[in-house]
């Protein structure tokens, strides 16, 4: 059984069609990287799995049990989700913005400091930057804040949409490599959304391509790289590649 499981899933936003009966199942523990041209459904794809956007069609099994909309507040504290853009609270310290899950869930505020420390110093964010608030940090800095307030609760699920976009290259490097030293000491799922095929290959056990909302390829990276499914996927690869 999988965590993450899509059977036939469609989803059209009016006459757009996002994502076209997808069915996989996501592997558990490792990171998959989902890749695609801007359009082709990748957040939409993310939506879904966090119950944001309930599908048309299709079946959406997660945590071993179809997604119940009713009850989607407890799934959502199990999974981690770092939105494109920052979604951060304005009017919110970059402390509180953090804290907000440990707050609704009742988490000491002894545990929730000591938390929201590690997680800082694992991105990077220097201690003083929990009074300030996201209007006075630079684009790359709440990225960082969104990205501590998803790890929060530790949750067993990670949905990271372009998370690493907005970045310089040296702290780029040091967040990637700091995910795989933290995913050998505590493996989870991780679904990340990226244009940047680098960062896939550098992240990913698995690579998802999707085209116009239609899964192209889902396989090991190294399959994908080495043996494209389809002239799209080939020409995918070679275009990134110029
Ligand atoms: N709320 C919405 N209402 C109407 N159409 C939408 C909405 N959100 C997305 N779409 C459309 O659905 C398609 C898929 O969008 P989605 O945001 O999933 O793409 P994406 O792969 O994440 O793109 P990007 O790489 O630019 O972030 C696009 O054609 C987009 O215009
Ligand atoms: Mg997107």
Do not use: W
Not at 140 to 163: I, S, T
Not at 184 to 213: C, F, Q, S, W
């Amino acid at each position: 059984m999988s965590l993450i499981e899509f059977k036939n899933v469609s989803h059209s936003y009016g006459k757009c069609l996002a994502l076209n009966r997808l069915s996989f199942e996501i592997v558990d523990n490792k990171i998959t990287a989902v890749i695609g041209k801007s359009g082709s459904g990748k957040s939409t794809l993310l939506q879904v799995i966090n119950g944001l956007i309930k599908p048309n069609e299709g079946d959406v099994i997660i945590f071993g049990r179809q997604l119940n909309y009713k009850d989607i507040y407890k799934t959502r504290l199990k999974i981690g989700y770092s939105v494109q853009g920052t979604g951060l609270f304005p009017h919110l310290s970059v402390y509180n913005n953090i804290a907000i899950l440990g707050k609704i869930t009742n988490q000491s505020k002894h545990n929730i400091e000591r938390r929201i420390d590690t997680l800082m110093s694992f991105v990077n964010l220097p201690p003083n930057f929990k009074t300030k608030y996201p209007h006075q940090l630079s684009g790359g800095e709440q990225q960082r804040v969104g990205l501590c307030r998803a790890m929060l609760l530790n949750p067993p699920v990670f949905l990271l949409d372009e998370a690493f976009a907005a970045l310089d290259p040296h702290n780029r490097a040091e967040i990637h490599n700091e995910l795989l030293q933290l995913q050998i000491a505590e493996p989870r799922t991780i679904i990340l959304v990226t244009h940047d095929l680098n960062e896939a290959l550098k992240l990913a056990d698995y690579i998802m391509i999707l085209d116009n909302g239609v899964l192209q390829q889902y396989s090991t990276k190294e399959i994908v790289v080495n043996d494209p499914a389809n002239d799209f996927v080939r020409n995918y690869f070679a275009a990134q590649s110029l």
